[in-house]
């Protein structure tokens, strides 16, 4: 139906940047928000930042002012540029979609990609 995937993680020096991408595919019709959530070891998934179908952007406090998100509609594509990367920074980076209608399918649904991992290390 529908498939998420991301690319653009690695191994970064602190202070650092990288750009993260994420693509849906399938038989879509629309995604209302799509995001990005984080998991370092040993903790739970965590909010990064959120983008609406509008541009109506929301992030985590942590991520103020380090991370922008944005978005290609028409791409059904999202991205994640970090900048002055920590190495509190190091998780698996996770792209979600929710409130996607598919088309043929009634409701809306939320889907998760497989996660990219993004090091921070000296």
Do not use: H
């Not at 650092?16 to 990005?36: E, K, Y």
Request: charge should be positive; hydrophobic fraction near 30%.
């Amino acid at each position: 139906q529908v498939q998420l995937v991301e690319s653009g993680g690695g191994l970064v020096q602190p202070g650092g940047s990288l750009r993260l991408s994420c693509a849906a595919s399938g038989s879509i019709f629309s995604i209302n928000v799509m995001g990005w959530y984080r998991q370092a070891p040993g903790k739970q998934r965590e909010l990064v930042a959120t983008i609406t179908t509008g541009g109506s952007t929301n992030y985590a406090e942590s991520m103020k002012g380090r991370f922008t998100i944005s978005r290609d509609n028409a791409k059904n594509t999202v991205y994640l540029q970090m900048s002055s990367l920590k190495p509190e920074d190091t998780a698996v980076y996770y792209c979600n979609a929710n409130g996607v209608r598919v088309r043929g399918m009634g409701g809306q649904y939320r889907y998760w990609g497989p996660g990219t991992q993004v090091t921070v290390s000296s």
